[in-house]
């Protein structure tokens, strides 16, 4: 028996079952680092040693390190960025990619969780039908003032970065909004669409005037030819959102604790993955168009609009404060965060102690070309 077990530990490399490592996230192309980490799998295999081996296309991968299995890694789409950590609060996985506003809220509220990498910035827009004239933001602005009905702008949830970007934007303008349709009295009419999905459709049927949100459903909108692009929020007032943070990867605590290692050699995937996306634009925007099933040519309208990184820079964490201070002054945070500023935000939202190992591997490596 005892020559048994060793072939089969000669054949298999252990003995019972590896880890698995469940992560969330929402599919859009923000989050495009994660389809070239498995899409580029041998460009990382010869890079540094780890890659996903495909199981399941877009569900289920082996994570390799240096030829043996650490850990499954499985992956599951979990509606918008917003919906991301209440599935993780909810034990449905413990990485996920989503919105660091919905990420910061939740933490707030006391969910065991922490933003454990940057991954994108900016990428929201502000559409409007394709037969309108107005085409910028002073434009839209003097119309809507011009208007005597609300003007009706579609949203995909109440914690979305583009809703809160936009409304603060109206607010500098000395423009009123509400969500209450039964206010005719107001500037603008925010239409809550219950989901990204549905913002193209509601443009499409007049549902709505115009909507704000993240690429791509900006570009597909005009690739559609149902709506046009008339703004980029990062441009918009106070003048303060300019490269903000967008999406992150965040974990449960419980995980950082117990599956550290596991999580520090997928985070190096992410890492090669956003460098490799920077490097070759064509090549991200191939693997983005493939994995999401978008056109190329969204794809190749799309992805610049947006920046890619895993480098929590001090200029990234001064943005991040941005956030923390907005949402502070709206009053969604009422818990850890109330207040909160500096040291005391990175001490209660922030871990990045797997990302730093990561990125300390590989620039031994002589892999990253830049990190903090």
């Known amino acids: 028996m005892r020559y048994l077990i060793l072939l089969l530990i000669a054949i298999t490399g252990a003995i019972g079952d590896v880890p698995v490592l469940k992560v969330g996230y929402v599919g859009h192309d923000h989050q495009s680092a994660l389809y070239v980490a498995c899409l580029e799998w041998e460009r990382t295999k010869a890079d540094c040693g780890t890659y996903l081996k495909e199981v399941t296309p877009k569900k289920h991968y082996e994570l390799i390190k240096d030829g043996q299995k650490i850990a499954d890694v499985e992956l599951m789409l979990c509606g918008g960025g917003s919906k991301m950590p ?11 990619f989503g919105g660091v506003a919905a990420v910061a809220f939740f933490t707030d509220k006391g969910s065991p969780m922490k933003i454990i990498s940057p991954l994108h910035t900016k990428g929201d827009m502000l559409v409007l039908q394709p037969d309108n004239p107005i085409s910028s933001w002073e434009e839209f602005v003097a119309w809507v003032r011009k208007e005597k009905r609300p003007i009706r702008i579609g949203f995909k949830n109440p914690v979305a970065v583009a809703k809160l970007i936009f409304e603060r934007a109206l607010e500098e303008e000395g423009l009123t909004y509400t969500s209450d349709k039964s206010d005719q009295t107001k500037d603008v009419l925010m239409i809550l669409l219950k989901g990204e999905k549905n913002l193209v459709p509601g443009l499409q049927n007049k549902i709505i005037d115009g909507y704000v949100s993240n690429n791509p459903w900006c570009a597909i909108a005009e690739s559609k030819g149902v709506g046009k692009i008339v703004a980029d929020l990062n441009e918009l007032p106070p003048g303060i959102w300019k490269d903000h943070p967008c999406c992150c990867i965040a974990a449960t605590d419980e995980a950082m604790k117990n599956k ?3 999580i520090k050699e997928f985070l190096k995937l992410i890492i090669l993955a956003t460098q490799y996306a920077n490097e070759d634009p064509e090549m991200h925007a191939q693997d983005a168009s493939k994995w999401i099933g978008t056109s190329l040519e969204v794809e190749r309208k799309s992805l610049p609009t947006s920046g890619f990184t895993t480098n929590p820079t001090e200029k990234w964490k001064n943005s991040m404060q941005v956030w923390i201070d907005e949402m502070n002054r709206l009053g969604k945070l009422k818990g850890k965060l109330k207040g909160k500023k500096g040291e005391e935000v990175e001490a209660i939202l922030y871990d990045f102690s797997a990302l730093k ?16």
Do not use: D, S
């Open 86 to 96: 209440t599935m993780m609060a909810q034990g449905h996985f413990e990485v996920g």
């Open 260 to 262: 550290k290692e596991i």
């Open 357 to 372: 190992q990561a990125a300390q591997e590989l620039k031994e490596k002589g892999l990253l070309k830049t990190w903090y």
